[in-house]
Every structure is written in structure tokens, then in C-alpha cells.
């Protein structure tokens, strides 16, 4: 019987070696995905969540960017794996998706991070409807859609969670005249996470305002690391309680629309 037994434990751990020498990635790792992941708060929050046992996905717009920060991330011990995906693009989204099934079973984290910041000290009066059309685009339809092809992955998962990666730009209590369409795009962001909160009962989904960031897109004046901006986001992928959903956060607290 003890024969038996380790045949079939010998077996067993050579179908897994096999399977994961096509890079298919089992049930017992946990799995998250980032866009936007190439720099600033996206490469941040890849970095750490690797650096809790993550296999992270690390999804850029721009191929040569991307694998150049996966290899950075993974010569420091990451298991990463990089995936194209525009999601100002849709028509790149569902192939991701396609890619990220092919393996892996499962979901755990979708962090929809990337974004656009254009115009802004255009005044309300002057925004142009392509700059609307372009920065509603990547920051919210993008943020959707990337939500809606990657769901039934999401739902594999025992603990699945959806962070939006939104600003206190778009929070109706704060809002002034910075960067209107940004600022739209952020509202409308948070709208998206409502719904999604309220349709998928199972999964936890939340916005976060990282704050101001020293990022190419916050600049080198901003009074946040890159580290701290990362913390709620990364709070809310490992530790936040489950039913903490279908709100606003910062400095992992809850805030007002």
C-alpha cells in the first residue's frame, strides 16, 4: 500500500512539474493582475504583491516596457509574468484575458491601475470631446471592460477582489476645477465600482485614492512614494476584510464619495 502511495505521489508531482513547465499556474498560488504595471504605482504594487508569494501578471500597453519590468522584477526573485493589454484598446482586452486562462484557472487580484492624465488646467468651459472621449476611454470604459473579460477567472477564486485605482480628483466632496476630464473619468470610476459591488456579491470590489504620488504622472514634487501609494491598494489585495466592499478608501479608511 505505502508502494502504492508513493507511485502515486511520484505521479502525481510529475503531471504538476509538467504542467508547470507550459507555465500553468494551479489552484494553490495566488494570482493577481495589475495594469498599467510597467512604472509608478502599478510596478509598486506588482513588486509587492510578488514579494507576498503573488504570481503576478503584469500587463503594459507597450511590450518592450513591460518585459523589461517583469525581467527587473523577476531577477529579484518575482514570479511574474508579463501581458500585453491597452486598455484604452478594447479590442486588445479579451485576448489578455485569452492569454491569462491559458494559465492559469484562477484569479485572485484585478487591479486596474493604468490610466490618463491630460489637461490639466484646461478649464470646464474648453475640454475638448476627443479629450473626454479619450481619458473616459482609458480610465473608466477601459477599467470596465477589463473587469467584465476577466470576471470568470475572478470568480474561481475563494477570495476574489477588485481594486480601481480611482483619485480624490473624482470625489464629488472634494472636486474643484482641476483637470475636468480626469476628474469626470475618476467620478465615473467610482460609479463603476458601485455596480460592480453590487452585481458581484462574491467578490470584494473597492476604489482607492493613492494619494499625490511621485510618479511621471503625479511629478517629482508630489509628497508620496511610490511605496505609499501602494499601501491601501496592496491592504486591500491581501489583508482588508472581504465584506469591506463597494467603497472609497485612502490611507485604508473609508471617505466620501
Known amino acids: 500500500m505505502r508502494r ?7 505521479k502525481t508531482n510529475g503531471f504538476l ?22 512604472k509608478g504605482i502599478g510596478l509598486e504594487v506588482a513588486r509587492q504583491l510578488a514579494a507576498k508569494s503573488f504570481h503576478v ?4 500597453r507597450n511590450r518592450e516596457l513591460g518585459n523589461r519590468a517583469a525581467e527587473e522584477l523577476a531577477k529579484n526573485g518575482a514570479t511574474v509574468s508579463f501581458v500585453e493589454l491597452d ?12 492569454e491569462v486562462a491559458a494559465q492559469t484557472d484562477h484569479l485572485d487580484v484585478l487591479v486596474n ?12 468651459l474648453h475640454v475638448s470631446s476627443d479629450l473626454m472621449q479619450q481619458t473616459l476611454l482609458t480610465n473608466t470604459i477601459g477599467p470596465l471592460l ?3 473579460a476577466f470576471h470568470p477567472l475572478l470568480m474561481k477564486s475563494k477570495d476574489g477582489r ?8 473624482g470625489s464629488l466632496s472634494e472636486m474643484g476645477t482641476y483637470a475636468p476630464a480626469y476628474s469626470i473619468s475618476k467620478t465615473a470610476l467610482n460609479a463603476v465600482t458601485v455596480q ?16 499625490w504620488v511621485r510618479t511621471d504622472m503625479g511629478g517629482p514634487g508630489a509628497p508620496l512614494s511610490v511605496q505609499q501609494g501602494a499601501d491601501t491598494i496592496i491592504w486591500l489585495a491581501t489583508e482588508a476584510p472581504k465584506n469591506l466592499t463597494g467603497k472609497f478608501l485612502r490611507d485604508r479608511k473609508v471617505i466620501a464619495w
Open 4 to 10: 502504492e502511495h508513493n507511485n502515486l505521489i511520484r
Open 17 to 38: 512539474d509538467f504542467a508547470k513547465s507550459f507555465g500553468y499556474v494551479f489552484d494553490m498560488t495566488k494570482i493577481a493582475l495589475v495594469t498599467g504595471a510597467n
Open 57 to 60: 501578471f503584469l500587463a503594459a
Open 87 to 98: 486598455v484604452s484598446k478594447p479590442e486588445s482586452i479579451r485576448p489578455a484575458a485569452g
Open 113 to 124: 491601475n493604468a490610466a490618463t492624465l491630460e489637461g490639466e488646467h484646461t478649464s470646464i
Open 146 to 148: 477589463v473587469a467584465q
Open 162 to 169: 477588485i481594486i480601481n485605482v480611482s483619485s480624490g480628483a
Open 196 to 211: 460592480l459591488a453590487a452585481q458581484l456579491k462574491n467578490l470584494a470590489v473597492n476604489s482607492v485614492c493613492p494619494g
